[in-house]
């Protein structure tokens, strides 16, 4: 079965270090990818998109890579900050262009002063 | 510009009452999604809505779920003869269209609780 995960479920760094975080699928050929970041009681923020064409995505101090062969994309957030502490979630689209997304769990982020 | 939104914030419950939740989407989002959210879960998928029509009730966990749109814009999300595995927070998201390449706004959830 289709199946994604994020490498950890929690990620402590230091402010200023660059997190990475992981989301790895199975079973599955995605021809995108979306990542979003989750705060405590809210509902999931939408960050960047990255296409199986793509190797890599930038926006700000966020990057992303997609590697069709592993079958992973990587989410880097350079010069951290305590701001940056949530949730972030990996998304992949079923079925094509429509359908659904799949969520993997999410990784909590933590970043210390 | 307003975001989606999702009323009540919080539903407590006893088990076997039937609960309906409502989502307004954003205007003129023609795609509604509905995902649920369990302590410790990622978000798994219900239903999603393209206009008034689900072309995917597969994420439904049992018949006891149903969903509606109307006009185009709410949602409505109907749990009959709640049970407690129900408990979790139900997430509604908009997205200009059906295609899995525009991203999704989601609204803050109801948080649902069944005793």
């Known amino acids: 079965s289709q199946k994604i995960e994020q490498n950890s479920e929690a990620l402590n760094i230091q402010e200023g270090k660059t997190a990475t975080l992981t989301c790895n699928y199975t079973?599955?050929?995605?021809?995108?990818l979306q990542w979003y970041r989750q705060d405590p009681g809210r509902g999931p923020v939408f960050l960047l998109l990255i296409r199986e064409n793509e190797k890599e995505k930038r926006k700000e101090r966020l990057k992303v890579t997609f590697d069709t062969t592993l079958k992973q994309s990587l989410f880097h957030i350079t010069a951290s900050q305590p701001a940056d502490s949530a949730t972030y979630l990996c998304?992949?689209?079923?079925?094509?262009?429509?359908?659904?997304?799949?969520f993997g769990k999410g990784t909590k982020l933590s970043v210390k002063p | 510009g307003a975001g989606v939104s999702q009323s009540p914030s919080n539903k407590v419950t006893e088990k076997g009452k039937d609960v309906e939740l409502r989502c307004d989407p954003i205007s003129g989002h023609t795609a509604l999604y509905w995902y649920r959210q369990s302590l410790g879960q990622g978000l798994e998928f219900l239903i999603y809505?393209?206009?008034?029509?689900?072309?995917?009730k597969s994420g439904l966990p049992s018949d006891r779920f149903s969903a509606e749109r109307t006009g185009g814009s709410v949602s409505t999300l109907t749990i009959q003869r709640t049970q407690q595995e129900d408990s979790a927070v139900y997430l509604c998201?908009?997205?200009?269209?059906?295609?899995?390449?525009?991203?999704?706004?989601f609204g803050p959830g109801t948080r649902l609780t069944v005793t």
């Open positions: 998304a992949l689209g079923r079925g094509g262009s429509q359908g659904n997304l799949i």
């Open positions: 079973n599955y050929s995605p021809a995108y």
């Open positions: 998201a908009s997205s200009l269209t059906v295609d899995l390449t525009y991203e999704q706004y």
């Open positions: 809505f393209q206009g008034n029509s689900a072309p995917d």
